[in-house]
């Protein structure tokens, strides 16, 4: 049940800057629930990019970001490289629903 | 390296049960404050929260599925399991066992995964 909507896909030409949106609403981000946001290569489990909104996991390159306002998110990708390509997610909790992800975003490096 | 290992019937006939297994490695359910937890996805589409567990058994489930699912530990066995009444096609999916990045939280950003495993249910 996705209540936090993104983007179905956003592209981009190696070396570009591209962002995902994830947008949300006053029971889940806007509450202010923390964003985390997952990258999915294709037949792979999903892998934590960012969490707690601005914050990568070791090992996670710095051209991936996060940010957060009010009711949404971006993830933004800088100096985009082919192995980037893959579906991202965000993630955050509701206060009804409780656990809840993004609708996903496929990103295609032109 | 903490690693889990889902296990279970790949293929469960319409109003069935599904019953999945995680085996959890390189570290002790029972020794650790984290929750261990559910999601799947159908194929082509998004992730879905299914619910989480504590060592002591207590449980989080997605309202969604509440009626349905069973969520449970065998901190002997380091295991964890996942049931699902009354399956239709729509339960088809990957299952993947996660663990959250932080402890005591029962849904965060998760940093261990599963490799998934895939049930379909068809008759």
């Known amino acids: 049940q996705s209540v936090l909507t993104q983007p179905p896909s956003v592209s981009g030409a190696p070396g570009q800057r591209v962002t995902i949106s994830c947008t949300g609403s006053?029971?889940?981000?806007?509450?202010?629930?923390?964003v985390h946001w997952y990258q999915q290569l294709p037949g792979t489990a999903p892998k934590l990019l960012i969490y707690?909104?601005?914050n990568r996991p070791s090992g996670v390159p710095d051209r991936f970001s996060g940010s957060k306002s009010g009711t949404s998110a971006s993830l933004a990708i800088t100096g985009l490289q082919a192995d980037d390509e893959a579906d991202y997610y965000c993630q955050s909790y509701d206060t009804s629903l409780r656990g809840v992800f993004g609708t996903g975003t496929k990103v295609t490096v032109l | 390296q903490l690693q889990l290992q889902e296990s279970g019937p790949g293929l469960v006939k319409p109003s069935e049960t599904l019953s999945l297994t995680c085996t959890v490695s390189?570290?002790?359910?029972?020794?650790?404050?984290?929750?261990w937890g559910w999601i799947r996805q159908p194929p082509g589409k998004g992730l879905e929260w299914i619910g989480s567990i504590w060592y002591t058994g207590s449980t989080y489930y997605s309202p969604s599925l509440r009626s349905r699912v069973t969520i449970s530990v065998d901190t002997s066995k380091n295991q964890i399991f996942l049931k699902v009444a009354s399956v239709t096609a729509a339960d088809t999916a990957v299952y993947y066992c996660?663990?959250?990045?932080?402890?005591?939280?029962?849904?965060?950003?998760?940093?261990?995964w599963g490799q998934g495993t895939t049930v379909t249910v068809s008759s």
């Open positions: 707690t909104n601005n």
């Open positions: 006053s029971s889940n981000i806007g509450a202010g629930y923390d």
């Open positions: 996660v663990r959250p990045l932080k402890e005591q939280i029962f849904f965060y950003g998760m940093d261990v």
């Open positions: 390189g570290g002790s359910i029972s020794s650790s404050t984290y929750y």
